[in-house]
């Protein structure tokens, strides 16, 4: 069976960043600094960067699943990301969209070993009422550098042993070459041939 799904832009509406205001948000998230480890490319402007926690106590010990940290740059600016689902201790990894605006450009200039900038630990800003596992079938939507929330929730949901949970994923993207987190993709589909179906 064939189905379409048409997703139009809206055109004439001017995208509002979520910019974080006040100082408030450094008690709300407790920032913590970081040094840029690297930063290598996903795509033409997405890039995957490593930050590590100066204090390895204040570090994650896990990354909940449609987490968000908030990032705080050396010139003192504030945005929301999505920590990339890993088990990589002490480190965190996003998948960061070059803008070439006010954190995003100032993030693409960074040198390895970079300081004075500060991430909070990933927090849970989307709940879920129900168990995952607890679904059949989840069909997931998103595109471009969104995909990072979306793989968090494939890899945990998977990795239940006992999970009989089927995922269809339409993952929309400008061009082929603007898939970001491709080769996690590919992996997840590899490791759970039974579990992420192929689309109609
Ligand atoms: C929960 C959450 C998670 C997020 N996770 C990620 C993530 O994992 N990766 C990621 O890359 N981003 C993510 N973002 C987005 C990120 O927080 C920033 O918004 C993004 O990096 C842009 O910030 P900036 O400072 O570079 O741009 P800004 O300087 O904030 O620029 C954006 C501003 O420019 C204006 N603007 C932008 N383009 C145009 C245009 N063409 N014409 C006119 N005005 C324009 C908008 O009005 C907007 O206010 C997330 C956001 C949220 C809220």
Redesign the pocket.
Known sequence: MTREIIIERKKDI??????FKGHEGDDMFGLFDVTFIERTPFTHN?DHYKFSYNNLDEAPKTIPIMS?VL?RTPEG?K??????FNEDEGYIH??????????????AQLEPGAEGIMISKPTQ?IKHEVPLKSFKLVYLIGA???I??LLGYMTSCLKEVDSQTKIKLIYANHSLKDIVLKQELNELKEKYPDSMLDPD
């Open positions: 001017i995208w509002k960043g979520w910019k997405v968000r990032l600016q945005r929301f990301f999505t920590p990339i996003l998948a960061i969209k070059n803008y070439d605006r006010t954190v995003s450009g100032e993030l800003h471009g550098v969104g990072a929330p």
